[in-house]
Nanobody, 123 residues
Framework: VQLQASGGGLVQAGGSLRLSCEVS????????FAWFRQGSGGEREFVAAIRSGYTYYADSVKGRFTISGDNNKNAVYLQMNSLRPEDTAAYYC???????????????????WGQGTLVTVSS
């Protein structure tokens, strides 16, 4: 499985961006897709995940970000609203064929990763 992330850019605080992750092949319904982010000098942190229509979010983005998938387009999206300067990071999409639900927020659970797309939020 290959993942291609796009949609990053520069936006002012309070603005919105929509990230896309194109998936190279159709995957089963039990596959888990997620977005992680990594700021400069920081660790990669969980943002959101989706599996079988169920979604999971980090507390820091809950209510502002929405993860969704389009099986027809083999794509996963991250709609980001009310962006804050602390959301500035490289965002990575990830895929895991056998993620245990209790581990959905852990990066080590995911086998495939796309390249990062940079999101910069100015104050």
């Amino acid at each position: 499985v290959q993942l291609q992330a796009s949609g990053g850019g520069l936006v002012q605080a309070g603005g919105s961006l929509r990230l896309s992750c194109e998936v190279s092949e159709r995957t089963g319904s039990r596959q888990t897709f997620a977005w992680f982010r990594q700021g400069s000098g920081g660790e990669r942190e969980f943002v959101a995940a989706i599996r079988s229509g169920y979604t999971y979010y980090a507390d820091s983005v809950k209510g502002r970000f929405t993860i969704s998938g389009d099986n027809n387009k083999n794509a996963v999206y991250l709609q980001m609203n009310s962006l804050r300067p602390e959301d500035t990071a490289a965002y990575y999409c990830a895929n895991g064929p056998s993620v245990i639900l209790s581990n959905v927020r852990q990066s080590r659970s995911y086998a495939y990763w796309g390249q990062g797309t940079l999101v910069t939020v100015s104050s």
